[in-house]
C-alpha cells in the first residue's frame, strides 16, 4: 500500500552520482538551490540566476585599475599577441568592456550578440541595458594561453563626478556582476599614480566578499628609484587599507608587466621573482577551477538562505487588510531589528547577512503582497545540499585535481621564463655552476680544507660529532643543518670525507645567502 511514498523516501535517501563537478554544481544549483532563489525573488536583490555556461566556461581573469595603468599592455605581455579591438595609449583608451577568449579564427562579437549565445556565460548582463551592451565586446582569438583562461579587460577607472555619470550604465554593478563568475581579479595601480579616485574605491568596495580573489599589482616600478619604490609600496598599501577592510595584507605584485627594457634595472632580481609568483598563481587558475566554483556555491547558497529568511519576515509582520504601505515603510526602517532577530533565531554569522542600506533601497521598490512565507521543504532541500552533496563533491574536486597536475596556462609570456638560462633562479643558489665543466665547490676547496684538516680526521674523515661543531658556528636552524648534512654524507656512512665536507659548506653559504 502507498508503494509511492516509499519510492520517495528512498529516492531521497539515494546520493547523488556525478561524473564531473561541473555537471553535479549544476544539478544541484538547478535541483535544489534555484527553486529558493526563485521563489524568494532572490534575482532581484542580490545576482541574476546561474546558466549552464557559468559551470562549464574557462576560468576567467578581470582586469581592474584606472586609466593608463597598463591593463591592456599587461594582457598584451600575457598572451604575446595584438587582440581585436586593442587600443593602448596613456589617454583613456579602452572605453569598453573586453573579453579576451580562445576562438579557432580572430574576430569581434559585440555584446548584444554576444548575450544571447548559449555558450557564452554573459547572458544575464543584457539586464544592465543597451548602454552596456554597446560598450561590451568579445575577442577572439587562436591563442595558446586563451585555450586554459579567459581575460576581461575593462574600462580606464575615471575622477569626476561627470565621467562616472556619462557612463550610462552602472558601472560598479557591472564589475560586481564580474567578480561573483572570475576566477581571479587583479588591481592595477601605477606607480606614479596612487590616487584612489571616487569611482575606484566604489568599485573596490564593490568587490566585498571576493577579497580571496583579489591580487593587486603595482606596475611600471621599474620607472622609479628603490628609495622611492620603497615609499610608493607603503603609500599603496596605507590606501587600500583604508578600502579593503581586512585584516589581513593583501598580495601586492611589483613589476613592469610589459616586453620593453627596464628603464632602471636596479630591482631586476625582485621583479623577476614577483612576475613568477604571479604567473605561478595565474597557471594555477583551470587547476583550482572546480575548487573555485564550488567556493562559489556554497557562498550563494548561505546568502540565498539568508535571504529566505528576511523575505519570509517581512512577509509574517505584514498586515492582512490595512495599513500596509506605513507598515512596509516602518519594516525597511527597523530591517537591523529584523537581522537580527534571525541571527539569534537560526543561529546565523552576522557576516553571511547582505548589505543593509542596498537591502533597503531595493525594497522600497518592491511588493511585499508577493512575497512568500517560510517553506521549510525548500530550505531543507538546500541544508540537505550544503551537509551532505557538497561533502560528496569535495571528493570529486580532489579527485579531479590529481588528474590535472600537469594541467597549467601555457604559452605566451609563461613560455619565456619556463627552461633555459633564462629560467627564474638558472644558475643562481643551489644551481650555480649548472654548465661549468670543473666542479663548482673546487673554487673554494682550499678554505674549506683548511678547517677540515683542523678537526683531526681520522683516515682521512671527520666524524658526524666533529662536523656538527663546526656546522652549527653558521646559526642555521638543525632543521636546515639536517637536510645540508644528508645531502653532504653522499656515500651515508655517517663521516664526512674533505670533499663531502667541502660540499657542506658550500650548501651553508648558498643558503645564508
Known amino acids: ?35 529558493l532563489e526563485e521563489t524568494y525573488r532572490f534575482h532581484d536583490f542580490h545576482s541574476p540566476a546561474l546558466e549552464d555556461a557559468d559551470f562549464h566556461n574557462n576560468p576567467m581573469v578581470l582586469l581592474v585599475g584606472q586609466y593608463s595603468t597598463g591593463k591592456t599592455t599587461f594582457i598584451r605581455h600575457l598572451i604575446e599577441q595584438d587582440f581585436p579591438g586593442m587600443r593602448i595609449g596613456p589617454e583613456p583608451t579602452t572605453d569598453s568592456f573586453i573579453a579576451v577568449m580562445h576562438g579557432p579564427v580572430e574576430g569581434v562579437m559585440p555584446g548584444n550578440a554576444l548575450v544571447v549565445d548559449p555558450k557564452k556565460p554573459f547572458r544575464k548582463l543584457s539586464a544592465f541595458g543597451n548602454a552596456f551592451l554597446n560598450r561590451f565586446m568579445c575577442a577572439q582569438l587562436p591563442n595558446p594561453v586563451l585555450e586554459s583562461i579567459s581575460i576581461i579587460d575593462t574600462p580606464g577607472i575615471l575622477s569626476g563626478e561627470k565621467q562616472r555619470i ?17 576566477d581571479r581579479i587583479i588591481l592595477l595601480f601605477d606607480a606614479h599614480k596612487l590616487d584612489i579616485s571616487d569611482e575606484f574605491s566604489d568599485v573596490i568596495k564593490a568587490l566585498k566578499n571576493h577579497e580571496d580573489k583579489i591580487r593587486v599589482v603595482l606596475n611600471k616600478a621599474d620607472q622609479i628609484e628603490t628609495q622611492q619604490l620603497m615609499r610608493v609600496y607603503g603609500a599603496l598599501m596605507w590606501s587600500l587599507g583604508k578600502i ?34 604571479l604567473f605561478k598563481d595565474i597557471q594555477s587558475l583551470p587547476r583550482n577551477a572546480a575548487l573555485r566554483k564550488l567556493n ?27 495599513g500596509k504601505e506605513n507598515k512596509k515603510k ?46 521549510p521543504k525548500l530550505l531543507d532541500a538546500v541544508d540537505d545540499m550544503l551537509a551532505s552533496d557538497i561533502a560528496k563533491l569535495m571528493v570529486l574536486v580532489r579527485q579531479e585535481e590529481s588528474q590535472m597536475t600537469n594541467q597549467v596556462v601555457k604559452g605566451g609570456a609563461f613560455e619565456g621564463t619556463m627552461n633555459g638560462p633564462f629560467g627564474h633562479g638558472y644558475g643562481e643558489g643551489a644551481g650555480e655552476g649548472i654548465d661549468d665543466f670543473e666542479w663548482v665547490v673546487g673554487k673554494d676547496k682550499p678554505t674549506y680544507d683548511e678547517i677540515f684538516f683542523t678537526l683531526s680526521p681520522v683516515n682521512g674523515k671527520i666524524t658526524g660529532a666533529s662536523a656538527k661543531k663546526e656546522m652549527v658556528k653558521s646559526k642555521l636552524p638543525n632543521t636546515v643543518l639536517g637536510k645540508i648534512w644528508k645531502l653532504a654524507d653522499v656515500d651515508k656512512d655517517g663521516f664526512l670525507d674533505d670533499e663531502e665536507f667541502a660540499l657542506a659548506n658550500h650548501l651553508i653559504k648558498k643558503k645564508k645567502k
Open 166 to 182: 556619462s557612463r550610462g550604465y552602472d558601472f560598479a554593478a557591472v564589475l560586481e556582476w564580474f567578480a561573483e563568475r572570475v
Open 330 to 375: 516602518e519594516l525597511i526602517n527597523n530591517l537591523h531589528e529584523i537581522y537580527l532577530k534571525i541571527e539569534k533565531e537560526h543561529q546565523i554569522s552576522p557576516g553571511d547577512f547582505p548589505n543593509i542600506k542596498k537591502m533597503q533601497e531595493i525594497l522600497m521598490t518592491q511588493d511585499f503582497a508577493k512575497f512568500q512565507s517560510v517553506k
Open 244 to 277: 579593503i577592510n581586512t585584516p589581513e595584507v593583501v598580495r601586492v605584485y611589483i613589476g613592469s608587466f610589459w616586453s620593453h627594457p627596464l628603464l632602471i634595472p636596479d630591482n631586476r632580481k625582485l621583479f623577476e621573482a614577483e612576475e613568477q609568483d
Open 1 to 35: 500500500m502507498f508503494s509511492w511514498a516509499n519510492k520517495d523516501t528512498r529516492r531521497k535517501k539515494e546520493p547523488e552520482l556525478f561524473q564531473t563537478v561541473s555537471e553535479g554544481l549544476r544539478k544541484l544549483y538547478t535541483h535544489k538551490l534555484l527553486p
Open 296 to 322: 562559489d556555491l556554497i557562498k550563494r547558497a548561505r546568502l540565498a538562505k539568508v535571504h529566505a529568511y528576511i523575505i519570509s519576515a517581512l512577509k509574517k509582520e505584514m498586515p492582512n487588510v490595512f
